[in-house]
Antibody
Framework: EVQLVESGGGLVQPGGSLRLSCAAS????????MSWVRQAPGKGLEWVSV???????YYADSVKGRFTISRDNSKNTLYLQMNSLRAEDTAVYYC?????????????WGQGTLVTVSS | SYVLTQPPSVSVAPGKTARITCGGN??????VHWYQQKPGQAPVLVIY???DRPSGIPERFSGSNSGNTATLTISRVEAGDEADYYC????????FGGGTKLTVL
């Protein structure tokens, strides 16, 4: 059974850092496209970052230069290192698996972890 | 960057048909995917590749895509269908529509 379990969220001050983890089971993270998607309170879904099976990484303009996506193949875990956090980064962060296809879609999602940026 | 436009809200009576649109420039040339999200829950895939249904999704859910508009159609709407619905495409990277809140009257 495929499962994604996020952790690492919490309250952080503006300018601070946080690292989110997404532990996967039932499949191999390194063989799939993996993404982080966030949702600010009362708002819609916003794509944050993706790491392709080949290792290439891409980011939304809103987080470029501040966030870093990575994976640990030995732990089958996806990460999101978030630096220089701002109030507008406050959101529930979901990790999601995307199909490795011409038009990828997200077939599995984690339950989400809440990040609150506030003084 | 590519933009997907959804109506903020759609209302429908139980047993009727709901249609949620997703507009984008020549969206018919892309594959569109749809997600359902209920309050406090993660999104769930309901339609992929314009009109395919994952296992476990009722046949009442269908999709189409042509020209500048993709449409999610929910037939014989039930109270349990009340949720937010998001369309998604892959254009360079991931693009989501703004979401549509479906209210069952």
């Amino acid at each position: 059974e495929v499962q994604l379990v996020e952790s690492g969220g919490g309250l952080v001050q503006p300018g601070g850092s946080l690292r989110l983890s997404c532990a996967a089971s039932g499949f191999t993270v390194s063989s799939n496209y993996m993404s982080w998607v966030r949702q600010a309170p009362g708002k819609g879904l916003e794509w944050v970052s993706v790491i392709y099976s080949g290792g290439s990484t891409y980011y939304a303009d809103s987080v470029k230069g501040r966030f870093t996506i990575s994976r640990d193949n030995s732990k089958n875990t996806l990460y999101l290192q978030m630096n220089s956090l701002r109030a507008e980064d406050t959101a529930v962060y979901y990790c999601a698996r995307a199909t490795d296809s011409l038009w990828p879609y997200f077939d599995y999602w984690g339950q989400g972890t809440l990040v609150t940026v506030s003084s | 960057s590519y933009v997907l436009t959804q109506p903020p809200s759609v209302s429908v009576a139980p047993g009727k048909t709901a249609r949620i649109t997703c507009g984008g420039n020549n969206i018919g040339s892309k594959s569109v995917h749809w997600y359902q999200q209920k309050p406090g829950q993660a999104p769930v895939l309901v339609i992929y590749y314009d009109s395919d249904r994952p296992s476990g999704i009722p046949e009442r859910f269908s999709g189409s895509n042509s020209g500048n508009t993709a449409t999610l159609t929910i037939s014989r709407v039930e109270a349990g269908d009340e949720a937010d619905y998001y369309c998604q495409v892959w254009d360079e990277h991931v693009v989501f529509g703004g979401g549509t809140k479906l209210t069952v009257l």
